[in-house]
């Protein structure tokens, strides 16, 4: 499902328009972008939770020349889904 395809449904399941759902869609992608850009952990019960993880610095290996490099340390998103996404899933 691409975001047209979520933007249509979504429309479809809580009777507004498109347009309305797609500033839905925007605003909540907008909301948990800036909470993990702050380091804020965003949890839905039941749904899922996305946090920021740190990655530690580590050596790793140009695959076309053999060299020995240093990935620098960096921050990257999560998600854990939730027990009941966990559970729908495996149905």
């Given at each position: 499902?691409?975001k047209?395809?979520?933007i249509?449904?979504?429309?479809a399941?809580t009777n507004?328009?498109?347009?309305?759902?797609?500033a839905?869609?925007?605003?909540?992608?907008?909301?948990?972008?800036?909470?993990l850009?702050?380091?804020?952990k965003?949890?839905i019960?039941n749904?899922?939770?996305?946090?920021v993880?740190?990655r530690?610095?580590?050596?790793?290996r140009?695959?076309?020349?053999?060299?020995?490099i240093?990935?620098?340390?960096?921050?990257?998103?999560?998600?854990?889904?939730?027990?009941?996404?966990?559970?729908?899933?495996?149905k």
């Open positions: 499902m691409n047209n395809e979520l249509k449904e979504l429309a399941r507004l328009t498109q347009k309305e759902a797609k839905f869609l925007d605003a909540f992608c907008e909301i948990i972008t800036e909470a850009a702050k380091g804020d965003v949890a019960m749904f899922g939770t996305w946090e993880r740190e530690a610095e580590r050596k790793g140009n695959p076309r020349t053999k060299e020995e240093i990935i620098p340390a960096t921050k990257v998103p999560r998600f854990s889904p939730g027990k009941m996404l966990k559970e729908a899933v495996k």
